[in-house]
Structures are given as C-alpha cells and as structure tokens.
C-alpha cells in the first residue's frame, strides 16, 4: 500500500508528533501541503489529512489545500474511490455534538475521497486565553496519545489492506 500524509503542524509540534508515528507505521512520508507532489498524491492507496485544532476548526492552510485538490484525480476502477483518514491535536477534547473532524471528512467526500477513519488526540495549547495559565494539556501528546495513534493506524492498515 503506497501512503503519503498532509500535516500543517505550526504550533508546537504535536499534530507532527503524531503524524510522524503514523508515517512509521504505514512507511509514509509526512508532509506539509506545500510540499505535496500531486502526480505523487495521485498515485497513493491512501492519504492521511492533519493538523493542529485552532478554535474549533483544522488549520486553515489544511483546508485550503483540501479545496484546492481536483475532484478525483485519477480513474479508478468502478465503484472504488481513494482512500482517506483525518487526524488532529487539540487542546480540548473533541465535542460529540459538533466534532470538529466533521467539516474537513465532508470536503474530502466531495473531492471523492472514502474516509476509512479519524484520530484526534489532546496536545499542549496556549491558544490566547489559554497562554495566561501556561497553557493546557501540558506534556501531550504523551507516550500513550503516541501508542493509541500507532495502535489506530495500525488497525487502520489492517483493514485497508483487507479491502479489495
């Protein structure tokens, strides 16, 4: 399985973190959206989209970028479509009433990927009001934010490897 992941990771380098274990994990290379080779993007069985959490949506140089992708960039047998997974770092847990994943899984269809799956973990924030306490969720990711994204893209290989 040919892999690549997008990170905008701009603050402290937890949504790098996290992507640089997945990387391992699926033998990806991890990138910024800037550093994106399309011809090389449109050759991959499946793409990994992250970044930081900035007031309850993905960094905006993710999203851009995201938009920006042509509507299925290369034909694929019917009924298949490429293959997706979202991940994300916050400082704040994710609310179920309105996860903040949502928004960029449903661009992603409309550009026509599947997204397969979505990972999102607490990482070190010192977002504005945040910064005059020292910020929140201090030392995260941690060593089991890493093993739970390792143990996610793991399962998430598995399953996409299973698939015709």
């Known amino acids: 399985m040919k892999a690549v992941i997008v990170c905008a990771s701009v603050s402290h380098g937890n949504t790098k973190r996290i992507a640089d274990v997945m ?35 993905f960094h905006p140089q993710l999203r851009q970028f995201v938009r920006s992708l042509p509507q299925g960039e290369r034909p ?15 400082g704040l847990p994710e609310p179920p009433f309105q996860p903040f994943t949502r928004p960029l899984v449903r661009l992603l269809e409309q550009k026509g990927f599947e ?44 399953r996409i490897s299973a698939m015709p």
């Open 23 to 57: 990387g391992e994990v699926l033998q990806a290379a991890v990138v910024t959206p800037e550093q994106v080779d399309m011809a090389e993007l449109s050759t991959c069985d499946l793409v990994g989209f992250g970044s930081g959490i900035f007031m309850g949506r």
């Open 76 to 90: 694929l047998p019917q009924g298949e479509r490429r293959r997706a997974f979202v991940f994300s770092t916050s």
């Open 115 to 158: 997204v397969s799956d979505t990972f999102s973990c607490r990482g070190f924030d010192t977002w504005l009001p945040f910064k005059l306490v020292g910020g929140i969720s201090k030392n995260r990711p941690d060593a089991t934010d890493l093993e739970a994204a390792r143990t996610f893209t793991e399962g998430l290989r598995a």
